[in-house]
Nanobody
Framework: QVQLVESGGGLVQPGGSLRLSCGVS????????IAWYRQAPGKQRESVAT???????NYADSVKGRFTISRDNAKPTVYLQMNSLKPEDTAVYYC???????????WGQGTQVTVSS
């Protein structure tokens, strides 16, 4: 069974940076798409960034130009570099493998990101 473990969250001031990591229990070289999601209090979970096996990336408009998703097939780990953080980025961040009907892996605990002065 595939396991995903998110880490790297924390408390950061507005304008600061964090790098999130998603450790994957299997080789990711053949996984077509991996995504980072987030869920803020009282809101639905949303996709913020995706990366394909070929390295193509896509971002939600709200994070475009500030967040960068990348993958290291050798580790295997997927990263989310978050710069110029805003209070509205506060959320629990998760990684997962999107499918046509949802996601492939049961949601884990995620990693909390809090942006506050």
């Amino acid at each position: 069974q595939v396991q995903l473990v998110e880490s790297g969250g924390g408390l950061v001031q507005p304008g600061g940076s964090l790098r999130l990591s998603c450790g994957v229990s299997i080789s990711i070289s053949s996984i077509n798409v991996i995504a980072w999601y987030r869920q803020a209090p009282g809101k639905q979970r949303e996709s913020v960034a995706t990366i394909t096996s070929g390295g193509s990336t896509n971002y939600a408009d709200s994070v475009k130009g500030r967040f960068t998703i990348s993958r290291d097939n050798a580790k295997p780990t997927v990263y989310l570099q978050m710069n110029s953080l805003k209070p509205e980025d506060t959320a629990v961040y998760y990684c997962n493998i999107p499918t046509r009907t949802g996601v492939f892996v049961n949601w884990g605990q995620g990693t909390q990101v809090t942006v506050s002065s």
